[in-house]
């Protein structure tokens, strides 16, 4: 029978660990934003003694998303990754969560489905290379600016999220900038520095502003350019396919969005240009 505790500062070396089996690109600035905040919601599964498994969750008011579910290679298909999933699931129930929600990658979507969960709709992942852009109407994100980019966040992303946006921006001010129409903001995209690629989102565009979107992926591309480029999207935002495919971008193996419970939050899709990432929304 596996143990479960909540995973704790001292948990970095696990982390990197089951993060690096299966190749999502994380480091410890990922871990110590989970640690940050959500100190309650991630979970190591441990048998005999040993740490076998893991599962993370970040909470956005009384929406939870469940990510970086994991159990050691040799340990699999025994029931331990079902147990952490109705454990996080059962904790963050107890917390006033009322619903939750994934990514899930085809292979573990019978598993999200036995749990209960329902489909939402293929979230797409794409690859390219930064390659130089224009980058026409476009400023880099102020302290300043955080304000109105929540506020746009919370009316597309339909969560509230600004702690959060508030936290990536200070990890990386130079890879997050806004774009205004008319002296008002109409997008934003913040991007961040994974292992072995940058990763794009969240990228947040109101509709009819398609141009304002790329050139916001342009000016990420222009400050790494020849580095490795992630970005996820909803698969009904046309316009951030058509801009990632015309910058050269490839799709990779994409994953089903999944919710469980009341499902009442998702988010419009046709400003989600780019994903927070797949572990958090
Ligand atoms: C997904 C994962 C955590 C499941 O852990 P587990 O302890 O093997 O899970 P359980 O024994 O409770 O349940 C097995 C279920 O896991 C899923 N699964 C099996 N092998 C898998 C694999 N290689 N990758 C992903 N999911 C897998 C299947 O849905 C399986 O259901 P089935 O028994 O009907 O075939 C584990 O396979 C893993 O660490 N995979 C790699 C990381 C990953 O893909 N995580 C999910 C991200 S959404």
Known sequence: MAEFRAMAEGDLALFLRLTGLVGWGMTEQDFDRLIKFSPEGNFIASMDGSDVGMVASTMYGDVAWIGNLIVDTQLRGRGIGAALMVHAMNRLTARGVKSIRLDGVPLAIPLYRRLGFRDEYWSMRYMGEAAPGPVTGVEQMRPRDLDEVAALDLRYFNAPRREHLEYIHGLTPELCFTHRAGGRLVGYIMGGDGLDRVKVGPWICE??????????????????????????????????????????????????????GECRSAERVEAVYGLGGPDKG
């Open 207 to 260: 509709p009819g502003h398609e141009k304002g979107a790329e050139a916001l992926l342009n000016a990420v591309m222009n400050r790494r350019p020849g580095h490795r480029v992630w970005v996820g999207f909803p698969e009904g935002n046309r316009s951030s396919r058509s801009i990632l495919e015309r910058n050269g971008f490839r799709e990779i193996p994409s994953s089903l969005r999944m919710c469980h």
